[in-house]
């Protein structure tokens, strides 16, 4: 398996377990910028990862919906 494949099939793995975990309550998530541009660009085909990634603040917040597959910053840090 390619490494950024299974970068986001370990973090998705993650996530779920964690979803599952938090039984309907929001999920609140750190992690590293490269493994979350990785997972967003696997889990929502995000368009333009290298934009995503360059955008990153450090630190930074992101409201992911897994419904609607929409990523956006969730506040100015």
Same mark, same amino acid.
């Given at each position: 398996m390619a490494?950024? +494949?299974? *970068?986001a099939e370990r973090f998705d793995a993650g996530i779920n377990e964690q979803l599952v975990r938090a039984g309907g309550r929001p999920l609140a998530v750190a992690t590293? =910028? $490269? +493994? $979350?541009? *990785?997972w967003v660009k696997a889990r929502l085909g995000l368009? @333009?990862? =290298? =934009?995503?990634?360059?955008?990153?603040?450090f630190p930074d917040a992101?409201?992911?919906?897994? @419904?609607? =597959?929409t990523v956006e910053r969730a506040f100015a840090l």
């Open positions: 490494p950024r +494949a299974d *970068v590293h =910028g $490269m +493994a $979350m541009t *990785v368009k @333009d990862p =290298g =934009g995503f990634w360059t955008n990153l603040r992101h409201l992911v919906d897994l @419904d609607s =597959g």
